[in-house]
């Protein structure tokens, strides 16, 4: 190998034989059945996630209506017609001055996000209208109202007539990672108590087997087997009368 190359990777090889240094040190850690549900569920997690979140942008909806523009419907003595006109929200209920106020109009936009726990789409329906005729006003007027704040929403750029699918895909990404977490999560909190009483048992078992050794009883069966030391094997039930304790 070229000097120049084999410069360049003598820190990789040093990291390379560090590593292996470590792993040849490094006490081994035994993976019992518990640790592999839990790595099974991390792998089903990853791939149950998109479908849980796809099932849930059904599932899961929650709408909001924000009012778009307020405008307030009036006619003027001895002109023909409905007029309206753009106000503030606050300003609706105000009179206008030299004008017979008919009533308030709200363009309204509704917008309904799926999902869970993020939005991962949202449909924008078309805009409607919210008419509120004063106290008088006949209901035959509310068409006019309707005819006249709708030329105006068109000609603000307001109007909508088409449902708008925007998709999230942040929204994507992190409600599988949340959902990939939670599957995790539930697996663990589920394992834990029976992990818990498991380790708890073969502790307590591992006692008891310790302390028959002790005083020279069979661990198994707790037999007298001080007249078999030496063959290393207890005369009634015939396991192993030397054994490492386990923890
Ligand atoms: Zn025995």
């Known amino acids: 190998m070229p000097a120049p190359v084999d410069q360049l990777l003598r820190p990789f090889r040093a990291l390379r034989s560090k590593l292996r240094e470590i792993d040849r040190n490094s006490r081994r850690t035994k993976r019992d059945a518990f640790d592999r549900i839990q790595h099974v569920s991390f792998i089903l997690g990853a791939i149950a996630a998109p479908f849980i979140v796809a099932a849930l942008e059904d599932g899961f909806t929650r709408t909001r209506s924000l009012p778009l523009a307020a405008m307030a419907a009036f006619e003027r003595g001895g002109e023909p017609g409905v007029r309206v006109a753009r106000v503030e929200e606050e300003d609706l209920k105000r009179p206008i001055a030299g004008a017979f106020t008919l009533g308030q109009v709200l363009v309204i936009e509704e917008r309904t996000l799926h999902g869970w726990p993020f939005p ?43 449902t708008d699918r925007r998709i999230h895909v942040g929204g994507w990404i992190f409600s599988i990672g949340a959902w990939w977490i939670f599957i995790n999560l539930a697996v663990a909190i589920g394992l834990a108590p029976i992990r818990f009483g498991w380790r708890l048992f073969r502790r307590g078992r591992s006692v008891i087997r310790q302390s028959r050794i002790d005083r020279c009883h069979c661990p198994n069966c707790g037999y007298d087997a001080r007249g078999s030391i030496l063959t290393g094997r207890c005369p009634e039930c015939g396991s192993d009368l030397y054994e490492r304790p386990e923890y």
Not at 131 to 157: C, H, K, Q, S, Y
Request: proline residues 7%.
């Open 120 to 162: 991962t789409l949202e449909l924008v329906a078309p805009t409607t209208l919210e008419i509120t005729l004063l106290p008088g006003v006949r209901e035959p007027r509310r068409a006019e109202i309707a005819a006249a704040a709708n030329a105006l929403a068109d000609a603000d750029g307001l109007s909508r007539r088409t």
